[in-house]
């Protein structure tokens, strides 16, 4: 992919910290893949909003499969942080 320099202004405590776990030739590396999720993260709320403008909001029922299933989702994170069985599943 090409690549163009911009100037960009932030906060010095952060991008010191920044610099300081990725080291400085990391650094446009990190920036670019935070813009790339930010990016991500947008387009899943546009998605969300025009989901919900086409077939409304989520029956009861609905909301509580999709919070069953963020449970699930936490448990596993937890456990794969633990060294549980998650982890396990993972590393497979």
Request: proline share 4%.
């Amino acid at each position: 992919m090409a690549t163009k320099k911009y100037t960009v202004t932030l906060p010095e405590e952060l991008a010191e910290e920044i610099r300081a776990e990725v080291g400085p030739g990391a650094f446009s590396a990190y920036v670019t893949r935070a813009i790339e999720r930010q990016r991500e993260h947008d387009r899943l709320g546009e998605l969300v909003a025009w989901m919900r403008e086409k077939d409304g909001p989520l029956t009861d029922e609905e909301q509580a499969a999709a919070d069953a299933e963020l449970r699930d989702i936490e448990r596993w994170f937890e456990e794969l942080e633990s060294g549980g069985p998650g982890a396990e599943a993972a590393a497979a």
